[in-house]
Structures are given as C-alpha cells and as structure tokens.
C-alpha cells in the first residue's frame, strides 16, 4: 500500500494539473481581475459553507489563528489578484513561467519561517532562474507589465505556503481554507465598498462567465484549495510550492491547445522558460537524494 507521504504526493500532482486549467479559465472568463477574484472566492466560501454544514465541521479556532486565517486569506487574494491580472496584461505563457519562480523564493523564505540552514545549491538555483527571467525580460516590451505582475503573484504563493505551512498539521484544512478565502472577500469587499466599485456593471455577469466561474470556484478552488492544504500534513511547503512550479508545464500546454496563435512565443522564451523549469526538476532531483541520505 502507498504510505502517506506518497498518495499526499500523488494528489498534489493531480491538484496541480487541475490549478492547470486555472489559467485558461482566467483568460476565458471577460471579468477584469477584480471581480474575477471576488466572485471566484464568494462561490467557493458558499461551497465550502455547505460542505462545513453537510458535514457537521466544527469550525471555532482561537481569536489570533482566526485572524493569522484571515491575512493569509488576503494574501492568497492578492496572489489570485496579481496573477489574473497579468494574464489580461500580457498572456498565460508569460505568467505561467514567471509564477515558476515560487520555488525560489519558498527556499528563501523557509529558513526564516522554519529555522533551517541556507543551502547551497538553492541559491546557485536561484541566480539560474534570475538568468532565465532575463531571457523572457527579452522578450516582446509590452508583456513587460505582465512579467512583473507574475513574479509577485510568485512572491505571494510562496508566502502563502509558508504561512499555510505552520498551521496545516494543526488544524482542519476544511476550516483553514473556508477562514482564508473568508478573508480574502472581506478584504476585498471593504475595498470595492470603499472604491464605489459595487455598481450594476460589477454585478452584471454573463451567462458564460457564471459557467466558468462555477467551474473555477468548485472544482479549482473549493476542492483544490481544501486538498492543498491537507497534503501539507504531509509534505514541506517547500517540496509543495516545487510540484505546483510543474502548473507551467500543464498550463501553457493547455493555453497553445485552446487559444493557438495568442499563446505561441519566440524561441528566446522558451529558452528562458526552460531554464527556470531546469531549475525546478533538478532542485528536484537533489532534494530527494538528500532525503534518501
């Protein structure tokens, strides 16, 4: 039989494919960023409240991990925010293989989350992955904007694995993930209130978008989101936040499959966007020998 650590590894694999189609959703949708993200993370709280009730979930925790709940919620709202974001701004390749960067910046952060060393070869693997943001920086000067867009949606996934990674062992993931995406409405509510963004036109919503924005808020978001954070009882939020840089790989292929001509790039950013996914298997690679040892 599989042990724990294994079927939790398998299952994020299977989460990371289906994040896959997160991307092409975003594109498909004709949302702004804004309320795509409102809308995404309304539906998946309802969803998950439902689940909660369905299941008779205790949902009481102590007033400063609620509230620990609630930042990370606006962090990972922020990140959807930023990422979304930069696919209306430039494409989902550029997006996706800057959000690969994650890995990077997860192994600067662990030390200071989790009191381990500085190695080596993460840094030497950063400098490489900086190499390859070169390359795609290269690239045609409007996805400018996008590229800086991704890399800090890449920022805030890895910080919101750390966070998410201190509590994951501790708490129910279903409780976890209804408080952070609670969060991430709230936060995002008082914003728009405060904005005079709720009008006729935020609410006016086309019957495709609502299809899609389903799709996004269950299957990509309540289920993926709950999943998410029961595999991290398991594995690191390092080892997390490197199988989730494979989105890339599923992502673009499936962003060439349905948008054709719009997603096809110059050969300098596929270098670019090899070299950070070299990176990634190879990092990878030396992670599991040293595990082994």
Known sequence: MLNDNLKSYLHLHFIVFIWGFTAVLGKLISLDAMPLVWYRMLLAVLFILLYIWYKKIPIKVPLKTLLSFLFAGLVIAFHWFTFFKAIKVSNISVTLACLSTGAFFASLMEPLFFGRKVIWYEVF??????????????????????????????????????????????????????????GGVLFFSIFLL????????????????????????????????????????????????????????????????????????????????????????????????????
Do not use: Q
């Open 125 to 182: 693997f950063g400098i490489i992955v900086f190499i390859g943001l070169y390359i795609i920086f290269n690239i045609d000067g409007h996805f400018i904007n996008g590229i800086l867009l991704a890399l800090t949606s890449a920022f805030l996934s890895a910080l919101f694995s750390m966070i998410n990674g201190k509590y994951a062992k501790e708490y129910n993931p279903t409780v976890i993930s209804f408080y952070e995406l609670l």
């Open 194 to 293: 405060s904005t005079g963004s709720f009008n006729l036109t935020f609410f006016k919503v086309s019957n495709s978008d609502w299809l899609y924005l389903i799709i996004l808020s269950t299957f990509c978001t309540a289920y993926a989101f709950i999943a998410s954070v029961k595999v991290m009882k398991f594995l690191s939020p390092y080892t997390v936040m490197l199988t989730i840089n494979l989105e890339p790989i599923y992502g673009i292929i499936l962003a060439v499959i349905v948008f054709e001509e719009t997603e096809k790039m110059s050969i300098n950013f596929y270098v670019g966007a090899l070299t950070i996914l070299s990176t990634v298997i190879l990092n990878g690679i030396l992670k599991y020998r040293s595990t082994k040892k």
